[in-house]
């Protein structure tokens, strides 16, 4: 259809471009000038475009929560190589994924959290009713939590028909998890948020990820070794933002090794496991950052598979060609308020506009052993990811 439609419009400019100001046929001797106009406009129709273009014009770097850098155009990154794939009916699982409208090739809301507390005092805090509201609305429309380190790995296995979406906190705040005399979690923690939205909306995965750094989860009734590694025990992810929370762009590629490095002995120290993801403090980097910022060895070794912005919008699918793990954006979570164009690019309104347009939204098959889509879109599905696809 679209090569038609190109051609189409190739032919009525051509005729146009091969005629005079006084509308007379081209000379004979002009038909190779008319020529190449006509390869040139084929090529125009023919060449790449930017296929995933499916969301509203973007915010200003600096707006949605202090996001001051955007994705850069980098050089592709090189990307792990998906598992085996398991054996799978094509035509059964196709016809399972029609009749949920799965789409796997759809976008992500990650959600960027700061401190949750009853009564906010700054502006990126978010009081308790205001996350349980949003939560409590995300599992009405069908969102699954998972967590960044599942999602970058591509290991989104929710029911189908339901849509994933990643809750991360920045910072390790105390108001992210602390507890009381018996151990429990305390009522205004973003912690007790997710387990009480789970309780009341089953399907609702209690999971998230929190982005630590130096001195996680200071001042609460727990040590924050103890309390990182009662988040892992109870299937939350601990991962990484830095030991002091400067503006890497700023920094030698030896002081920002020291800041990452640091902080990942910390957690390894704590839980016992490495990082699976790193947050970017401010959402700030450079091109040069990316490689080295993902693999490093200096105090301990890392080896991240994803590495998250402050961001703007939701993400592209982890099967996607266009997804680039060294720099995911992320969504500030916030209500529609003029601040930061909060009315356009904050999590109220991006997860109003994917519920307005659920043919960009993720929408799972259900099948962990398939990526299904609608067959249209097979153009943007990443190229090792083509024994798993399953278009209907």
Request: hydrophobic share 40%.
């Amino acid at each position: 259809m679209i090569a038609i439609t190109g051609s189409n419009a190739s032919l009525g400019f051509v005729r146009t471009a091969c005629r005079n100001a006084r509308g007379q046929t081209v000379p004979h001797l002009d038909k190779f000038a008319a020529a190449l106009i006509v390869v040139a406009v084929v090529v125009g129709f023919l060449a790449p475009r930017d296929r995933h273009a499916q969301s509203p014009p973007r915010a200003d770097p600096a707006a949605a929560g202090g996001a001051r850098v955007v994705p850069t155009k980098a050089a592709a990154p090189k990307r792990k190589a998906p598992p085996k794939k398991p054996p799978f009916n094509l035509a059964k699982a196709a016809a399972t994924a029609r009749a949920v409208s799965a789409n796997e090739l759809g976008q992500v809301p990650i959600l960027m959290i700061h401190r949750v507390m009853a009564k906010p005092q700054a502006s990126l805090d978010r009081s308790t009713k205001e996350l349980y509201d949003e939560f409590t609305g995300m599992a009405k429309q069908g969102y699954v939590p998972v967590t960044a380190a599942e999602f970058v790995a591509g290991k989104i296995d929710i029911p189908g028909g339901k849509h994933p979406v990643v809750l991360t906190f920045d910072d390790g705040s105390i108001t992210h998890a602390d507890f009381d005399g018996a151990g429990n979690p305390k009522p205004d923690t973003a912690v007790a948020v997710i387990q009480r939205v789970a309780k009341e909306n089953p399907g609702f995965r209690p999971v998230a990820t929190f982005f630590v750094n130096r001195d996680p989860f200071y001042g609460g009734s727990k040590p924050g070794v103890e309390t990182m590694r009662w988040l892992t025990r109870n299937g939350f992810e601990v991962a990484n933002h830095t030991t002091n929370h400067k503006d890497l762009g700023k920094m030698t590629k030896a002081e920002v090794a020291k800041e990452i490095g640091t902080d990942e002995k910390m957690i390894e120290d704590a839980i016992g496991k490495p990082s699976k993801t790193f947050a970017f403090p401010f959402g700030s980097l450079s091109t040069a950052h990316l490689d080295w910022a993902q693999h490093g060895g200096k105090p301990v070794k890392w080896d991240f598979q994803g590495m998250f912005l402050a961001g703007w919008k939701p993400a592209e699918s982890p099967y996607a060609g266009s997804f680039d793990p060294r720099q995911i954006p992320r969504i500030r979570d916030k209500q529609k308020i003029k601040e930061d164009d909060c009315k356009r690019y904050c999590s109220t309104a991006w997860l109003e506009w994917l519920a307005q347009n659920p043919d960009k939204r993720y929408t799972s098959d259900g099948n962990p052993a398939t990526i299904a889509f609608p067959q249209d879109k097979m153009i943007y599905l990443y190229t090792r990811y083509k024994e798993w696809a399953c278009p209907y």
